[in-house]
């Protein structure tokens, strides 16, 4: 059974830094890309960050590029998010999910890519 499991949430102030995990299990990461998304309110869930399976090649979207790192640990099942500068535009809801596909599939393609998902980890950033 696969499960995706989210946390590292929290509220900071503009300017901080936190770091998202994602701990899976029932899968290896050798085999799906994992990645990050976002959902703010009244908007669309975006894909921020993913990481393919075996080159660990990566895909930042642009507004997220030079402040956030992706990484993962396949031995653990776990990937993170290193957030750094935070904005309060990066105020969301953070998903972690799972795909067997490339990093740019997993984060730009359709939704029909992405296999299993988490529950979400709130980050808020205000003052």
């Known amino acids: 059974q696969v499960q995706l499991v989210e946390s590292g949430g929290d509220l900071v102030q503009p300017g901080g830094s936190l770091r998202l995990s994602c701990a899976g299990s029932?899968?290896?990461?050798?085999?799906?890309?994992i990645g990050w998304f976002r959902q703010a309110p009244q908007k669309e869930r975006e894909g921020i960050s993913c990481i393919s399976p075996t080159d660990y090649s990566t895909y930042y979207a642009d507004s997220v590029k030079g402040r956030f790192t992706i990484s993962k640990d396949n031995a653990k099942i776990t990937a993170y998010l290193q957030m750094n500068n935070l904005k309060p535009e990066d105020t969301a809801v953070y998903y972690c999910?799972?795909?067997?596909?490339?990093?740019?599939?997993?984060?730009?393609?359709?939704?029909?890519?992405?296999?299993?998902w988490g529950r979400g980890t709130q980050v808020t950033v205000s003052s």
């Open positions: 999910a799972i795909g067997r596909i490339g990093s740019v599939g997993l984060c730009t393609g359709s939704n029909y890519y992405r296999d299993f």
């Open positions: 029932g899968f290896s990461l050798d085999d799906y890309a």
